[in-house]
């Protein structure tokens, strides 16, 4: 059996006949992916670890890994039994990898440390040069992939098909999308730019694909300059149908192989390469003069058309219908005890798949029961699955890729009695979820500056969570978006009318409970005054929030107010697409908060 023991054994051969002293193993692909295809996770074929964020590292005699508070408890179950320590961003007392790259390799008789070019940013590996530098001197190569001679029967590189995006989902056409780019180059005063991120790039040319686990997009690169464009893609990928397509909008087609050719080959005098977007090995590619600034393709697809906005209302309607027959049956019909974590995902899925529209699920469901709810990213596998039981909390984080839109929903649901400090801990946290959903302020602040409306109430009691209260949704693309964000660490990308993001609040007490509430909104106007545009938020999830685990004394009137008044929204939307029976229980499910 190929142990990860095995796996070190035969990595550290490499690095002794390479002279490295260290190899540092990330968790992204050529195109700077959170969530990436099965042939470059190279980080977890290392390590073991499967979360979608973190760094590996390992020397001759030493190895670590380095993710944040999301996968804190996950992480430490999957390396037990490694040689990997696990070392918790945002902790104090947690060195950098730099600062411990430095202090393993000080009696190693080399001095430098090997990562792979081609899946890590310009970004990451040049500020990874310059601080091994304040480090000793330590040196950094990028020409080498340990794993194409350690990893036996790695998966291939996708070549599923490509399929055309249809208009009436999209709000704009391929063109104009194009137009739009050369447009906003020519403010920068770039002649090209190299497209890496597959999100934008699918939305650049109104393509999707399936390449990716959940994400609806394909495996490529896009040249443009101002007159011609060239899609570096896998041919096989491409159906008459969308050859056709891209010929109608004037996109060249290469081999996805050949895109250091075509760099080689651009003749321009400068060219835009956002650094946290392009690969170092393809950004060391060009001759010319590199403009590096953030993709313009990032905010544009943020901002959703009127079509685009629209989709996303019905994409939460179908989502709604969905999760209401998934609560009615968990309330009244299924048997508890019978039940499990990985059981209830499969019900879940299953309703979701009866809508129209339904393509996939946009990530794997997170359905932590007790204790596993306060594993801020659990997902239940057969390995870990638990059973229910008719008492305490189950947190579900789910969401679905609709042709129309992407959806992404979190409750915190009662299976029976509580204690105290869950309805307290819970009503702190739907305290948290209101108060950003209630939030106006002036277009184009950064979420760095609400963050803060979703814990005043947690932090006057010493409880807090480290991951980000909001991020953007794709339609139908990936379920994280950005560059905005609600998040404690500053965050300047503005937020502006058009845009979606979510409201996230929890709380999680390890080997106990966790609670988390997610909505979905949409960016909309508020009033224009003196001070300008104000916004405020349009809630588009529609799904009621569980009212069992309220200590209703701690909600303000305000707070109350907005509750009953979801509540109401959510009835009137779903009420006329279910049944009888489940009208009857979404009725009592919706119905007012009272002291």
């Known amino acids: 059996m190929n142990t990860i023991a095995q796996r070190l054994s035969d990595l550290r051969e490499i690095m002794q006949r390479e002279h490295l002293a260290a190899f540092v193993f990330p968790s992204s692909d050529p195109h700077q992916s959170e969530y990436t295809a099965d042939h470059w996770k190279g980080r977890e074929f290392i390590s073991g670890f499967n979360g979608s964020a973190g760094t590996a590292v390992v020397t001759m005699t030493s190895a670590a890994l380095w993710t944040d508070s999301r996968y804190f408890i996950a992480a430490e179950e999957q390396l037990r039994g490694t040689e990997f320590q696990l070392m918790k961003l945002k902790i104090a007392g947690t060195p950098t990898i730099a600062q411990w790259i430095g202090k393993e390799i000080k009696s190693q008789p080399s001095t430098e440390v090997g990562i792979d070019g081609m899946v890590s940013s310009a970004s990451v590996v040049k500020e990874m040069i310059a601080d091994l530098r304040r480090e000793g001197g330590i040196t950094v190569r990028t020409n080498l992939d340990p794993l194409r001679q350690i990893w036996y029967g790695r998966p291939p590189i996708p070549a599923n098909p490509v399929e055309i995006f249809p208009l009436e989902y999209a709000g704009e056409t391929a063109s104009a999308r194009l137009g739009r780019i050369r447009q906003a180059l020519r403010e920068r005063h770039a002649d090209g730019m190299l497209m890496a991120s597959l999100d934008d790039i699918a939305w650049t040319l109104n393509l999707r694909g399936t390449d990716v686990h959940c994400c609806p997009v394909f495996v490529s690169y896009l040249l443009l300059d101002q007159s011609s464009a060239t899609l570096y893609i896998n041919k096989e990928k491409l159906t008459p149908e969308v050859t056709a397509y891209l010929k109608e909008n004037n996109v060249k087609v290469d081999d996805y192989e050949a895109v250091k050719t075509g760099l080689k080959g651009y003749f321009n005098y400068n060219i835009l390469m956002d ?9 060391k590619t060009v001759t010319c003069e590199r403009v590096e600034e ?37 309330d009244k019909d299924a048997d508890i005890a019978k039940e499990s974590e990985v059981s209830i995902d499969r019900k879940l899925t299953s309703l979701r798949a009866e809508q129209p529209l339904y393509r996939d699920i946009s990530f794997d469901t997170i359905a932590g029961y007790g204790y596993h709810g306060a594993i801020v990213h659990y997902e239940p ?56 959903e209630l939030a106006k302020f002036p277009s184009g602040i950064s979420g760095t500056q609400l963050d803060v409306l979703a814990k005043r109430a947690m932090w006057r009691e010493g409880l807090h969570y480290l991951h980000g209260t909001g991020h953007g949704v794709g339609t139908y693309l990936n379920v994280h978006e950005g560059p905005h964000q609600i998040r404690m660490e500053w965050k300047p990308a503005p937020l502006v009318a058009g845009m979606t993001v979510t409201d996230e609040p929890g709380i999680y007490l390890e080997g106990r409970f966790g609670a988390r509430i997610e909505n979905t909104l949409l960016i909309v106007p508020y009033m224009k005054g ?4 104000f916004l405020q938020f349009e809630s588009l ?3 009621p929030i569980d009212k069992r685990p309220i200590d209703v004394e701690m909600l303000t009137d305000e707070e109350r107010q907005w509750l009953d008044d979801y509540h109401q929204l959510v009835f009137d939307r779903l009420s006329p697409h279910l049944t009888s029976d489940e009208v009857a229980w979404l009725r009592e499910a919706c119905a007012p908060v009272s002291v």
């Not at 650094?275 to 950004?283: A, S």
Request: charged letters at 25%.
């Open 381 to 436: 596998t057969p390995e870990t699955d638990i059973p229910l039981k008719p008492e305490g909390l189950l947190l579900l984080d789910s969401g679905a890729q609709y042709l129309d839109g992407t959806t992404d929903i979190t409750r915190t649901i009662a299976l029976g009695p509580l204690t105290e400090e869950m309805k307290h801990v819970y009503t702190l946290v739907l305290k948290g979820h209101i108060q950003v």
């Open 275 to 283: 650094p946290d977007e392009v690969n170092y090995t393809l950004y």
């Open 530 to 533: 003196e001070f300008g545009d």
């Open 294 to 330: 953030e993709s313009p393709v990032k905010r544009m697809k943020t901002v959703k058309n009127a079509i685009e906005q629209e989709g996303f209302r019905r994409a939460m309607l179908k989502d709604g219908i969905a999760m209401v027959k998934f609560l009615k049956w968990l």
């Open 541 to 543: 999830t529609l799904c």
